[in-house]
């Protein structure tokens, strides 16, 4: 499917650009998101916040990174926005994508679209201002991305991260990272030498046909035991999940272990529009009706799904 894109000139601020007509073509065989998802069983709790979604593009406002290793179909704002009360979520929290590179104008369009209703987590290089990040701040970010999957991100060494980390410090801004299960041992030093709270994107990505006491998600499990600061996103159901829609069966002990564990370091998403998925397609209404399974109680389901990210989003800073 060839999509009608423009590519805007370089531009430092944050705004959107007049568009200069380059075409985008998302990857060969790209899943697009359903148009029509169906609506869950489960009702949301009163103030729900849908913790990890993205925004793409669209391409001919807010073109893609040339250093992408994916080009996506559009999936812009109004769509998100849609999404979010079709569900019945009051809150989103709009996590920059590998396929924008550290160009967030369109996730501080889609904040500052959003109002309170949304926050952010961007994507940053050692090269950005201070008014940048204030123009950020100022617009709802509140988190900045370390991206370590291999197939997403060309790896860069620790003190790259860490020298991130003193940009940011002034705003009191948190780290979110996304690895592939057996990068934890080998990235060990730096997460553990992150100071701020720290979210870890779909648990580190179990393997979920091994056990739950397998090597791999022992040791997350460690590292949440041992630091109160690292906070998990209990999504992903639809990548993880060998067995598949809609129960995605295999999925919901890992995240159903976390979440009794550390019932005050969980927070859930979406994770609309789902790049880069192979095997299917999700319905959102299948991976909300997950929640109850993932979270048995009310008052669990209350702090993944509104207490904890609120207190991470809305009320730290
Ligand atoms: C996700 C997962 C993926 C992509 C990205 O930034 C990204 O491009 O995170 C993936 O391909 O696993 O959470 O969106």
Not at 82 to 90: H, M, Q, V
Not at 160 to 167: C, H, M, N, W
Not at 265 to 294: A, C, F, Q, Y
Not at 295 to 317: C, F, T
Request: aromatic share 10%; net charge negative.
């Amino acid at each position: 499917m060839v999509q009608n894109h423009h590519v805007l000139s370089p531009a430092t601020s944050m705004e959107a650009q007049p568009p200069m007509n380059v075409t985008f073509e998302p990857d060969a065989g790209w899943l697009v998101y359903l148009a029509n998802p169906r609506k869950p069983a489960y009702a949301l709790p009163s103030g729900a916040v849908d913790a990890h979604c993205h925004v793409f593009g669209p391409g001919d406002v807010f073109p893609y990174a040339p250093e992408r290793k994916y080009t996506p179909v559009d999936a812009p704002k109004d769509k998100l926005f849609a999404l979010r009360d079709f569900l019945g979520f009051e809150r989103q929290v709009i996590v920059q994508a590998t396929c924008h590179g550290a160009d967030n104008r369109a996730l501080v369009d889609a904040l500052r679209a959003a109002g309170d209703r949304a926050r952010g987590v961007a994507t940053i290089r050692p090269s950005v201002s201070r008014d940048e990040l204030a123009q950020m701040h100022e617009a709802g970010v509140r988190g900045v991305r370390f991206n370590f999957v291999r197939r997403l991100a060309d790896p860069k060494p620790d003190d790259y991260y860490r020298g991130l980390v003193g940009l940011i410090a002034e705003f009191g801004w948190h780290i979110v990272i996304y690895f592939e299960a057996a990068d934890l041992a080998e990235r060990c030093d730096l997460f553990t030498s992150l100071p701020t709270t720290i979210v870890v994107d779909h648990m580190g990505r179990p393997d979920v046909t091994q056990p739950l006491d397998g090597a791999d998600f022992e040791l997350f499990q460690k590292f949440m035991g041992t630091r109160e600061n690292v906070w998990a996103k209990l999504s992903g159901a639809e990548r993880l999940s060998k067995s598949g829609p809609p129960g995605y069966d295999d999925f919901i002990p890992f995240a159903r272990h976390i979440a009794q564990a550390f019932p005050d370091r969980v927070i859930w998403g979406t994770d609309w529009p789902h790049p880069n998925m192979k095997s299917h397609m999700p319905d959102e209404g299948d991976l909300v009706d997950l929640l109850p399974r993932i979270a048995p109680s009310e008052q669990l389901q209350r702090k993944l799904l509104v207490d904890n990210p609120m207190r991470l989003y809305w009320e730290a800073s």
